[in-house]
């Protein structure tokens, strides 16, 4: 199994401001996952980091507005730019391992 | 891509009783089936998962069940108890692993005691 800690839990920020999650995984991992999860929505993928290139994004998710860095195997950035209200949502890593996945807790973003 | 259907969005039983929930998925390709268990302010938990090679399985009060041919997976929870109340979301994947998971729109399950 493999232990996800993400910073911050939650946030409430100003729209046009920037916020930038990080994501803590306990042991090496090839590729990370961020996915974000509207107000009483599903999941859906943003983009998969991986270390030493850039990220893939899903479609309908772009480079300038969800910047990731992978700088090592076991830690990811996912920041959040220019923000609005629409980004209000929940956004969480995410590994593979060999059976399944696993998440971190989530950071519940707020934008006012 | 990849696209997956979940019903009922909302599902109400009496303690004691069975749930199903139902996923259709679009891409013949997809080879992992997940079952996630999600409680208020907390993050997805795995509770079963198939993977294409399977017809069924299962674990305990838990069940899921697979149909290749008509792209289709079902959760099955017998005996429900309160605390099996959350919502919960199958998913599907179409690259090797756990990878890359396309959820449904999610089941608000609440047992009623």
């Known amino acids: 199994s493999a232990v996800i800690s993400q910073k911050p839990s939650r946030d409430i920020c100003q729209r046009g401001t920037s916020l930038t999650i990080q994501c803590q995984v306990d042991?090496?991992?090839?590729?990370m996952f961020w996915y974000r999860q509207q107000p009483g929505q599903s999941l859906t993928l943003i983009a998969t980091a991986n270390q030493g290139s850039e990220a893939t994004y899903e479609s309908g998710f772009v480079i300038d507005k969800f910047p990731i860095s992978r700088p090592n195997l076991t830690f990811s950035t996912l920041t959040v730019s220019n923000m609005s209200p629409e980004d209000s949502s929940i956004y969480l890593c995410s590994v593979a391992g060999i059976t399944e996945a696993f998440f971190g807790q989530g950071t519940r973003l707020t934008v006012v | 891509g990849e696209n997956v259907e979940q019903h009922p969005s909302t599902l109400s039983v009496q303690e004691g009783d069975s749930a199903v929930i139902k996923c259709t998925y679009s891409?013949?390709?997809?080879?992992?089936f997940p079952w996630y268990k999600q409680e208020l302010g907390k993050r997805p938990q795995l509770i079963i998962d198939i993977r294409s090679n399977v017809g069924e399985k299962k674990d305990q009060r838990i069940a899921v069940t697979l149909n290749k041919t008509a792209k289709h997976f079902s959760l099955h929870i017998t005996e429900t108890q309160p605390e099996d109340s959350a919502v919960y979301f199958c998913?599907?994947?179409?690259?090797?692993?756990?990878?890359?998971?396309?959820f449904g729109q999610g089941t608000r399950l609440t047992i009623n005691p």
């Open positions: 042991s090496q991992v090839t590729m």
């Open positions: 891409d013949s390709a997809s080879n992992y």
């Open positions: 998913a599907a994947s179409v690259v090797q692993g756990a990878q890359k998971l396309v």
